[in-house]
């Protein structure tokens, strides 16, 4: 069995998406900010080894029945004047995060914005919310209860990164992984 699916992640400018991507797919970090016009697109195989147990999917018989799993992430840019040039990126989507700045209270209040956009786009599909740039502890004005309650709000995870420091950059995208092969029938 082969799996393959667009991932789109949205957000305002400058909240780390494509830092996000980068990290996950390359490895890499630059501290540099080259501000994303349209979509960047990259491609990565999930190791199934990492999420295949954690997952409830009926029709899965065992490990072997998996071969595959590709996601093809496309990173829009977050500017809401230039969206509607951006809205067919949305289309066919099978999962998406939803990323903020903890050092950016407006990327935070925009969440709603993008949630909202995403539904009327891609309808109802598998989606995480991220709160990035947590190695800037002494900046941070988004505290993790009230991004939490947020999540809470829409029934969704919430998971906390920093793409400059790696930390949860895998455990964002197992997550949404798994939610994606659940969202399966």
């Known amino acids: 069995m082969s799996y393959r699916g667009k991932v789109i992640l949205c957000g305002d400018p400058s909240v780390g998406k494509t830092s996000i991507l980068a990290r996950y797919v390359d490895d890499q970090f630059s501290e540099e900010y080259d501000?994303?016009?349209g979509?960047?697109?990259l491609i990565?195989?999930?190791?199934?080894s990492k999420v295949i147990n954690k997952l409830n999917i009926?029709?899965?018989?065992s490990k072997k029945d998996v071969q595959e799993f590709k996601l093809y992430f496309w990173d829009l840019g977050g500017q809401h004047d230039k969206l509607f040039s951006n809205e067919y990126y949305f289309v066919q989507a099978v999962g998406a995060f939803i990323v903020y700045d903890v050092i950016n209270r407006e990327s935070f209040d925009n969440?709603?914005?993008w949630i909202s956009k995403l539904k009327e786009l891609s309808g109802e599909i598998p989606f995480i919310i991220i709160g990035n740039k947590i190695d800037k502890i002494d900046e941070r004005v988004v505290s993790f209860e009230e991004a939490k309650e947020k999540s809470e709000s829409y029934k969704?995870?919430?998971v906390e990164t920093s793409a400059k420091s790696n930390k949860n950059i895998d455990k964002a995208f197992e997550c949404l992984s798994i939610q994606i092969l659940n969202d399966l029938r």
């Open 35 to 37: 501000q994303t016009i």
């Open 111 to 113: 969440i709603d914005f």
């Open 156 to 158: 969704v995870e919430y």
């Open 44 to 48: 990565k195989e999930i190791e199934l």
């Open 39 to 41: 979509a960047n697109f």
């Open 58 to 61: 009926k029709n899965f018989k």
